[in-house]
Every structure is written in structure tokens, then in C-alpha cells.
């Protein structure tokens, strides 16, 4: 029988059943027993056609993370974009970034919480490099928009912007790691309050900062403004 040749739609959509699969899998036996054998098992074709796709389980893991990470700057993207007041563009970003985590909790474990999978440096002079390479550009490219966002919002530096979306980014990852695990709900049944709750705290919290950064601003230019003063006067 002649083989059945693939519209470009038709490739790119048997690439993403493969990563669903994959990552299903992975979820479900852990990275260590994952092989193409399986995927083509569950997928009803043969080994060999999964290769014809991916050239390994360590390349099929880290289009799974790719995928992720592509997933998640978009949902962040574009909520951030439909805002136009700086705190609401801030709370939304925030709540976003669980609601993502709650929607996708196998893409979240695999992004966030695996710890027997490669990573970039384990694949460095290695045929993996290139595709291990555009992971980590997308893994911090959410992380890299949100300091950015957080810089502006405050007028602070890079440093500092860095180091609150550092703070910002595992207060969200308790928040979804628990929920996720089922764990919240064991001290508290009423979780969506609760969830809302820490997510206003921490909305607050940065508006704080950036009410006390105004203060301080308008401090120092009365200040500078009071010593012109004098010097006119004088």
C-alpha cells in the first residue's frame, strides 16, 4: 500500500497528538519509562512513524516544554495586553498565571516540577543543544516579559525588577503546586476563596510599592524644588 503523504495542517497536527501523548505518559509512568514504543502503542501506529516525527524521547520532552512555555506567555501576553491601567494589567497577569496552571497541570508539572528530565546544560555538545536551547529561551521568556512589566510599573531597575518577579513567581508556584497536589484542600476545603484571597494580597502588596516609590519621588522633588526655591530667594 503506498504510503499516504501528510498536508503541512495534517504534519503539524500528528506532532501535537505525539506531545500529548508523550506528556500524558510521562505524567502517568514518570520520564524514565517513557519510549517511542509506547507512544505508537497508544497512538495505534508504528515506532518507526513516531521517529519520522521526533528523533528521540529527550527531543519529544523538550518540544513538550517548548509547547508549555508557548502556551503560557500567550495566555499572559495577551491578558496583560487587554488592560490598560498598570495594577490591572498586574492583578490580571497574576490571576492568569494560576488559572494557567489549574487549566494545564500536566504541562505545569513537566515545566515547573519534573526533576528526572534533561535540561541545557545536561545537553551541551550534544545533538540536543539547538532544540534544548530554544527551551530555555522559552522557558524565561514569560519571566523576562513579566520584569519588564513590573520595571516600568515601579521605575526600578533590572536588578530589583528581577529579584520581586523572582519573589512574584514562587509565591504563584506554591499557589499552584498545592492546589495541583490536591494538598490546599486538605486544610482548606474552600479553596477558590482562598486562591482569590493570596491573589489580592499579592496584587496589593505591589501596589503598596508603587504608592511608596510615588512618595519617595515626590519627596525628593519637593526637596529639590525647596533648595531652587532658596537659592532664588537668596
Not at 501528510?6 to 500528528?14: G, I, K, M, P, Y
Not at 505524567?27 to 518507526?48: D, Q, W, Y
Not at 477558590?192 to 505591589?206: F, G
Request: hydrophobic share 40%.
Amino acid at each position: 500500500m503506498p504510503r499516504i503523504s501528510r498536508t503541512s495542517q495534517q504534519v503539524e497536527a500528528f506532532r501535537q497528538e505525539i506531545l500529548d501523548v508523550a506528556l500524558h505518559l510521562i505524567i502517568e509512568h514518570g520520564f524514565s519509562e517513557l519510549s517511542m514504543r509506547k507512544i505508537a502503542l497508544r497512538l495505534g501506529v508504528t515506532a518507526t512513524t513516531i521517529y519520522n516525527y521526533y528523533a528521540s524521547r529527550d527531543e519529544l520532552y523538550f518540544f513538550i516544554r517548548i509547547r508549555g512555555f508557548e502556551l503560557l506567555f500567550e495566555s499572559i501576553a495577551s491578558t496583560y495586553k487587554a488592560k490598560e491601567d498598570p495594577y490591572e494589567k498586574l492583578c490580571a497577569v497574576v490571576g492568569e498565571y494560576v488559572r494557567f496552571g489549574i487549566r494545564n497541570p500536566d504541562y505545569y508539572e513537566i515545566m515547573f516540577i519534573s526533576r528526572d528530565v534533561p535540561k541545557f546544560l545536561d545537553c551541551t555538545g550534544t545533538p540536543l543543544e539547538k532544540v534544548a536551547g530554544r527551551e530555555k529561551e522559552k522557558s524565561i521568556q514569560t519571566f523576562l516579559f513579566i520584569a519588564q512589566g513590573i520595571a516600568e510599573y515601579l521605575k526600578i531597575s533590572d536588578a530589583k525588577s528581577c529579584y520581586l518577579t523572582i519573589r512574584l513567581w514562587t509565591e504563584l508556584n506554591g499557589i499552584v503546586s498545592l492546589l495541583n497536589s490536591r494538598l490546599l484542600r486538605e486544610v482548606e476545603e474552600h479553596t477558590e476563596p482562598l486562591v482569590k484571597r493570596l491573589i489580592a494580597d499579592i496584587c496589593e502588596r505591589y501596589h503598596h510599592l508603587i504608592i511608596e516609590k510615588s512618595l519617595k519621588n515626590s519627596s525628593k522633588k519637593g526637596g529639590i524644588d525647596n533648595a531652587k526655591s532658596h537659592r532664588n530667594r537668596g
